[in-house]
């Protein structure tokens, strides 16, 4: 790595209280020589909250692989930049990938800072499993799309995180209840940090009837976070005996294989099996 090149330094930014700045954060935006900002305009009402002034590069979701190039150059002539969305963490269902993919690729430093996540900050009020999850972004505005990605993760048993905007949510919660099922348990956090910041949880069915009741309530930055589907209790059914085989032939062998002989030594699913050993054993 060249130490006379720039630094990219992607930089958290608040999801809605101000307050959520870090102080490194603010440090670094006064130490670089650019800030790369979704929408220049809105970026522009933060830093002069905290008086700071500094030259915009705009970078967002129809330019990005155009404008990628120009600040890499730019970093390769020594300029540190900022990376920054309109809200939370780049890169997070914003724009940012392709411009730290090329800096990867070229040698050029990289330096994550820490910060606000409305995705991460749902999960963690929501009452929902957090050890095992998956993040989806937005779903497909089409309902046909949606509804065939739905069913392409329905058997998924993480917790299943999604952004959602307003003038979709309710038909988005028809799809998910028709394919995942009116009585799966799904949390709404909307306007996080806000002053109208709402987290309620609920069956998807009964969830869904509660937001139709108030317009109001289906305004905002939104984030799903729904229950993953019930693990099946086969692993739990399994003998003591075919648990200590399929503990010694897992030593020995790929655990599918493993798994295969000991579904049929003792007549359970292979599935079960290997589902059991990913879960318990080393």
């Known amino acids: 790595m060249n130490n006379s090149y720039g630094t990219l330094y992607i930089v958290a930014t608040p999801i809605g209280n101000l307050q959520d700045i870090t102080q490194r954060a603010l440090d670094i935006f006064t130490q670089v020589d650019l800030i790369a900002a979704e929408d220049t305009r809105h970026s522009g009402l933060l830093l002069s909250h905290y008086g700071i002034k500094k030259p915009f590069f705009a970078l967002h979701d129809h330019n990005e692989q155009q404008k990628a190039d120009a600040l890499v150059e730019k970093l390769r002539q020594g300029t540190n930049i900022a990376l920054i969305s309109d809200a939370g963490t780049p890169l997070i269902s914003d724009p940012g990938f392709h ?58 048993d993480r917790t299943l995180i999604f952004y959602e905007s307003t003038h979709r949510i309710l038909d988005t919660l028809e799809d998910i209840e028709a394919v995942l099922g009116a009585e799966r ?36 930055e939104m ?40 579904a049929e030594l003792y007549g359970y699913k292979k599935n079960a099996l290997y589902q059991y050993g990913l879960e318990y054993l080393d």
């Not at 998807?204 to 905002?220: I, Q």
């Not at 229950?227 to 005996?241: F, L, M, N, R, T």
């Not at 085989?245 to 002989?261: M, Q």
Request: glycine fraction near 6%.
């Open 185 to 220: 348990y799904i949390v709404l956090a909307r306007e996080i940090t806000k002053t109208w910041e709402t987290i309620t949880g609920d069956t998807v069915a009964n969830l869904r009837k509660w937001l139709a009741e108030d317009p109001n309530r289906t305004k905002g």
């Open 99 to 156: 411009l730290v993919r090329k800096c990867r690729q070229t040698g050029l430093k990289v330096v994550p800072l820490p910060g606000a996540c409305a995705a991460i900050t749902a999960l963690c009020a929501s009452g929902i499993a957090s050890d095992r999850f998956c993040f989806e972004g937005f779903l497909p505005a089409k309902s046909k799309a949606r509804k065939d990605k739905l069913q392409n993760i329905a058997e998924e």
């Open 223 to 262: 984030v799903l976070v729904i229950e993953g589907k019930a693990k099946s209790d086969d692993a739990e059914e399994i003998s003591p005996q075919a648990i200590k085989a399929l503990t010694l032939l897992a030593k020995e062998l790929p655990l599918k294989k493993a798994a295969a002989i000991v």
